[in-house]
């Protein structure tokens, strides 16, 4: 900070007054996008220890290695677990983007106040160059291209179809081994 008579400006130029809201202003976006990323942990861990609960149940299902009329009890339930783990994952990725989305207009204020601030869109672009020299093809396309964001809810519907296939199985008259 450099200090004149009349008013304080910083290295950027400004005064203290924009200087303060700027510090406000990057506060905001670090809470925010604390808040976004709060959201994204939600949906992993929640979607880790329903994936545990389907795991033990297809244990209890196949424990006795048959697959009968019995076990559409469980298959129902894990449809239901994928359906609930699909829509969770939908919903906390809908609030990671609606914080995000002010978090980044923090960040476009900011840039307002001082010029030469970047801001992601600046990194973006150099950080997905260098992803796409890590990752080349063929595999740099599911890494590039796919968010995690979307694999959870995949995940979930994968559980989905799983359960209807077991409900399937066991719907027929006959056990097998």
Known sequence: MI??????LDKT????????????LQANFEHYYSMA???????????????????????AVGYDNKICDTDKGGAVLIMSIGFFGAVWAARQMERYRYWQSIALAYQEEMKEIIPEFKTQDVYKSIAKACSR???PQPFGFIFNWVQD??????????VIASGA???CEASSATCWH
């Open 133 to 135: 020299r890590t990752y």
């Open 13 to 24: 130029g400004t005064d203290g007054c924009e200087a303060k809201r700027a510090d406000v």
């Open 3 to 8: 200090k004149s008579d009349n008013n304080t």
């Open 37 to 59: 990323m709060d959201h994204h942990t939600k949906a992993g861990t929640s979607s880790q220890i329903l994936l545990a609960i389907v795991g033990a149940i297809l244990v």
């Open 165 to 167: 296939v077991l409900f």
């Open 149 to 158: 964001r979307y694999l959870w809810i995949f995940l979930h519907l994968f």
